[in-house]
Structure formats: structure tokens, C-alpha cells
């Protein structure tokens, strides 16, 4: 083999082994290789969120004191049926009283109640029934009273006090038209009722704010 033959392989092979590129020339399988690379790094970098575990915990525990305020429906029931037993009875002894005055007439033609119930004569057993009704430990007595308005609006509202001012409104404009349909200041019981109905709504109030007073 002649020398020319020779070094003539050797470059061949050489150039097939060591191409040369320039500077500013980037291999098309290099440019595919970058971008791979690009691509995976901001899709990684894109689906990681960082969160402060403090802010991880404080999420958790406001979720945790979030209250629901949901109708006490049980209690609801309760009071009802109690409430509608209650006044049965006590429109039974109303209703025998005024037949008995012979004032039917009055209540058709829209007389206060105060002067329909004035100078009723009330015989020794619906008597003693009403002063037991109306003690202090009674149905109907203050304490009771003010406690079943109470309690009633609660279970409705579910103790939610934003729905528990609304509730009091309610009793205030109820009682506004009690006393206008008696057409005089309401007796000494009911003002003393809505006393401590306006109480227990304070004192809610107060221990849902941080006062501390808790209610019956």
C-alpha cells in the first residue's frame, strides 16, 4: 500500500470521527435537547406550589371555627305543641268567660280588650286556675313566658346573631300591637315579661360578643 493510500484512510476516518462545528452553528439534535430540558423544568416549576405552613394551619383552623347556625327543629316542635296545647286551654277559659258576661257582641264589633274584660265576674275555679297560671313558677307567669319567647326565637335562627336582632325586632312590634289591640298599657305581668324577654336578648348578645354572661 502506498503511503498516499494511507494517510488518505487515516483523514477519512478522521474527519468521520471529529466533525468540526462553528461557534455560532448549534447541531439541530442540540436545539431539540434544550428545549426538552426547558420545557420539563417549567412544567415543574409551574406545577409546584410553595405554601407557608403557617398559612397552611391558620386556613385550617378558621375553617375549623367557622360556625354553622342551623333551626333547632326538635325544639321548634316542642315549643309549638306545648304553645298551641297551652292556648287552647287558655281561649277555653277566655271563651267561657265572655258567654258568660254576654259579651260576644263587643268582641264582633271590635271593642279593646280591656274594656271587655273590665268588670267580668270570674267564678272561684277559673280563678284559682289563673293565679296558679300566672305565678311565678307558673305557664304563663313571667319567668316561663319570657324564657318559651326566648327560647323559640333561638331555635328558629339557630342562635345566629345577626337573625337574633331580627328576631327582637319581631317581639317588639308585637308587643306594640298587643298593647294597641288592650288599648292601654299592657298589665304589670307582660310589662315585666317583656322586661326579661329584653334581658335574655341582652345577655345573648353580651356572650356571642365576648361578655361572658350566659343565658338559660
Known sequence: MSVNGITGSVATSAAEAYTYTPANKVVESDKKATAD???????????VVYQHSTDAESEKKAA???KTYKQDTGMISKLKADAEARTAQ??????KLINKQGMTFDIANGSNLKSMFEGIEVDAETKAQAQKDIAEDGYWGVKQTSERIFDFAKALTGGDPDKMKDMREAF???FKQATSAWGDDLPEISQQTYGAVQKLFDDYENEINGGGTATA
Open 172 to 174: 317588639e312590634k308585637g
Open 64 to 66: 375549623a371555627e367557622t
Open 37 to 47: 430540558v426547558n420545557a420539563k423544568s417549567t412544567s415543574a416549576s409551574e406545577g
Open 90 to 95: 287558655l281561649q277555653d277559659i277566655v271563651n
